[in-house]
């Protein structure tokens, strides 16, 4: 009897402690979350060319765009190129607070994978196409520092170049003036990083398994990373800013990072990007744009700079986001968790809402900012 009452009472003893851990393991979602999940793909998305650039998706364009992104070429001292801060080994970024080619920059870099999908580029959103904001860095004078007329004086007198040029554009150099020159240049680098997409994920095979309602597949994700899926699209809201199949709307929002620049100043952010964006040659309302409609440039018609816009700055994709630390415009967040950490202690009254704004403050415990970052890991 002794021994039975033991072997019982070690049955609930096991019992009681199995069924709060299979509780504990057990994350799942109703109808509408799965509907919120299944929206973040599938990946990746059909590419189709961009109608503004007459090169892109053109396998020769692309070749020679991939030469003069890793080239020296475009620097006026021959010291920099493209790689210098968006390095193929580290996601396309730098791993730096702040990039540096002639000097140091304010904006941490920001990877290049998949631009593609974009509506605006740069942290300010200064272009409305991926030609124009290939242009931005070789004219920068803290970057490349060149000039139109260096790089079609250097593109006339470089023969493999500019008889890469010539078989693309069917245009020679030496007839081109240096504007024409340096947007077909931009034009040729937009069609290279276009090619430049993530892969597949643990998300991706995860949401995929979840649309099919294949709970074999399902099992595979990590419980923590289910966890942190429920607290994104659940209790932290982040799918309002970071949506869809790249997990970014691609507009702009003030996260509460102060936007003082390292080398003095204020940086203005979206009101800054909207006041370059109507001032550029480069835009879809302009000559440049190959679409002879001109139809994508709306967006960039109506646009207008706010009060609101001070300190907003872009929406970044979340893709491979473990691999492009440090985070936020400025790079002033070293890690993932730092990251979450700072939006669940958000200062809602620094924030330029008036009224308006998406971003609340999380008030995340211990364990649900480790689960939300172990669900980033898996993006």
Not at 69 to 94: E, I, M
Not at 286 to 311: C, K, L
Not at 329 to 337: A, E, K, V
Request: charged share 25%; with cysteine; proline share 6%.
């Amino acid at each position: 009897m002794r021994r039975f009452t033991q072997s019982a009472l070690a049955g609930l003893i096991i019992s009681s402690v199995a069924t709060p851990l299979l509780a504990a393991n057990t994350v799942t979602f109703s109808e509408s979350e799965k509907a919120t999940i299944t929206s973040h793909g599938p990946w990746p998305p059909k590419m189709t060319p961009d109608p503004s650039n007459r090169v892109s998706g053109n396998k020769s364009a692309i070749a020679f765009g991939r030469e003069l992104f890793r080239s020296r070429f475009l620097s006026a001292s021959r010291r920099h190129s493209c790689v210098t801060c968006h390095k193929p080994n580290r996601a396309y970024t730098d791993g730096l607070a702040r990039s540096t080619g002639v000097s140091m920059v304010d904006r941490n870099t920001i990877s290049l994978a998949n631009l593609r999908l974009n509506r605006w580029y740069g942290w300010d959103g200064g272009s409305d196409n991926l030609w124009a904001q290939s242009i931005r860095p070789i004219l920068d004078p803290r970057e490349m520092n060149a000039t139109p007329a260096l790089i079609a004086k250097r593109l006339r007198n470089d023969a493999p170049f500019s008889r890469g040029y010539q078989a693309i554009f069917k245009s020679s150099p030496s007839v081109d003036d240096a504007g024409q020159i340096i947007v077909n240049l931009g034009k040729a680098l937009a069609a290279y990083q276009e090619t430049i997409v993530t892969p597949r994920t643990a998300f991706d095979e995860f949401r995929d398994a979840l649309a099919k309602s294949d709970e074999q597949e399902t099992s595979q994700y990590p419980v923590a990373a289910r966890r942190g899926l429920k607290i994104f699209i659940g209790k932290g809201k982040c799918g309002l800013c970071h949506l869809g199949p790249n997990f970014t709307n691609g507009e702009f929002d003030d996260a509460g990072i102060p936007y003082f620049k390292a080398s003095g100043g204020i940086d203005k952010g979206r009101f800054g990007g909207i006041q370059k964006l109507k001032k550029s040659p480069h835009t879809l309302l302009g000559r440049f744009n190959d679409n002879p409609r001109r139809a994508s440039g709306i967006a960039t018609r109506h646009v207008t700079r706010s009060h609101q816009s001070w300190g907003q700055f872009r929406v970044p994709s979340l893709r491979n986001v473990i691999n492009t630390a440090p985070y936020m415009h400025d790079g002033s967040l070293p890690t993932l968790t730092d990251v979450v950490r700072h939006y669940s202690n958000l200062n809602e009254e620094r924030l330029h809402l008036d009224g308006r704004g998406l971003l609340r403050r999380l008030d995340l415990t211990d364990p649900e900012i480790v689960d939300l970052v172990a669900f980033l890991e898996t993006l």
